[in-house]
Nanobody
Framework: QVQLVESGGGLVQPGGSLRLACATS????????IGWFRQAPGKEREGVSA??????SAYYSDSVKGRFTISRDSATVYLQMNDLSPDDMAVYYC??????????????????????WGQGTQVTVSS
């Protein structure tokens, strides 16, 4: 049974940092992509970052490039978020998809391509 559990959200001041974790179970992470997505009230869910666990390739949206870093440790995928601003405030979700293709880079940040989702963790950026 595929399970994803996010943690690490919370309240942080502008300019601060948080590290989110996505603990996975029930599948072999090496064959899957993991994406981080966020959704603010009244907005569509958007892709933030993704990692191809077959080779470690990482992908970022333009809005977070240079501030966020995705990484993996065994069965957990992390999202290190630095220099946070109120624009980053949202519920953050991790999701996974089995990778059959070598074109993951073309759709890694598209939420419609992912099959399994975690419950989300709230990130609030406020002074």
């Amino acid at each position: 049974q595929v399970q994803l559990v996010e943690s690490g959200g919370g309240l942080v001041q502008p300019g601060g940092s948080l590290r989110l974790a996505c603990a996975t179970s029930g599948f072999t992470l090496d064959l899957y992509g993991i994406g981080w997505f966020r959704q603010a009230p009244g907005k569509e869910r958007e892709g933030v970052s993704a990692i191809d666990n077959r080779d470690g390739s990482a992908y970022y949206s333009d809005s977070v490039k240079g501030r966020f870093t995705i990484s993996r440790d065994s069965a957990t995928v992390y999202l290190q978020m630095n220099d946070l601003s109120p624009d980053d405030m949202a519920v953050y979700y991790c999701a996974t998809v089995f990778l059959l293709t070598n074109k993951y880079n073309q759709w890694s940040l598209d939420p419609s391509r992912y099959d399994f989702w975690g419950q989300g963790t709230q990130v609030t950026v406020s002074s």
